[in-house]
């Protein structure tokens, strides 16, 4: 079956320090990638996202995720976080159902940034 | 232009007792869909629509029925509510069909079943 995983559940990081969040999903066929963010008491944001082309895919407040298909992978970093990225992050995937563009979420990665 | 909006923000119901939950979007978008978010399992899809008239089962559909009789409205519905539809549920909306498509979020409606 088709799944998305994020393995870390929460992450607490000090204000500068560098972040990677993980996602790998289980699906041979061909994906569109998302990472969406929600910070606390808000919806949910799209951060970035992968369709084709260069797997280094650059989004908004400075965050970048890399597609590696080998890994079935979809990491989304950023150099220096802040206090204001205190949030929850979600990996997301569609494509699994041909012609739908029903998305499959990861169980969210709670990052806690410390001032 | 609002975007998706979502009423009520937060309900608290009896088990047993029905309500039904709004979305509105105004971005003139085919798609819409209802989800849940419950902790450490992220977003779930309850039911869709891929254009006015229509809707769809999505993975978790038990217990909910939906409508769409406008193209701008969605709206979710629990006939006889129960413990285990306490959660958080989001209603999100895309433009087209299309798989790049990016979906757009409501602010989430909180519901406790007692």
């Known amino acids: 079956a088709q799944s998305v995983s994020q393995h870390n559940h ?24 998302f990472w969406y963010v929600q910070y606390p008491g808000q ?73 | 232009n609002a ?15 029905s309500m039904t939950l709004l979305c509105a979007q105004d971005m003139n978008h085919e798609y819409m869909y209802w989800y849940r978010q419950d902790p450490g399992m992220g977003l779930r899809l309850i039911h869709y629509s891929v254009g006015e008239g229509t809707t769809a089962k999505g993975e978790v559909p038990d217990g909910y029925n939906v409508s769409r009789l406008k193209k701008q409205n969605f709206l979710l519905g629990l006939e006889s509510a129960a413990p285990s539809q306490t959660s958080v549920y989001f209603c999100a909306s895309s433009y087209r069909q299309w798989v790049q498509e990016t979906q757009y979020f409501g602010p989430g409606t909180r519901l406790l079943v007692l």
């Open chain 2, 3 to 17: 975007g998706v909006t979502q009423t009520p923000k937060f309900r608290v119901l009896k088990t047993g007792q």
């Open chain 1, 10 to 33: 929460h992450v607490i990081l000090s204000e500068a320090a560098s972040l990677e969040l993980g996602c790998n999903y289980s699906y041979g066929g061909t994906v569109n990638l």
């Open chain 1, 43 to 115: 919806h949910l944001q799209l951060l970035l996202k992968y369709f084709s082309g260069d797997p280094l895919v650059k989004g908004i407040k400075g965050f970048e995720a890399e597609f590696i298909k080998s890994k079935f992978s979809f990491n989304l970093r950023k150099p220096s976080v802040q206090w204001s990225d205190t949030a929850e992050y979600f990996c997301a995937v569609n494509g699994f159902q041909t012609g739908a563009n029903n998305l499959f979420f990861g169980t969210g990665t709670r990052l806690t940034v410390i001032p």
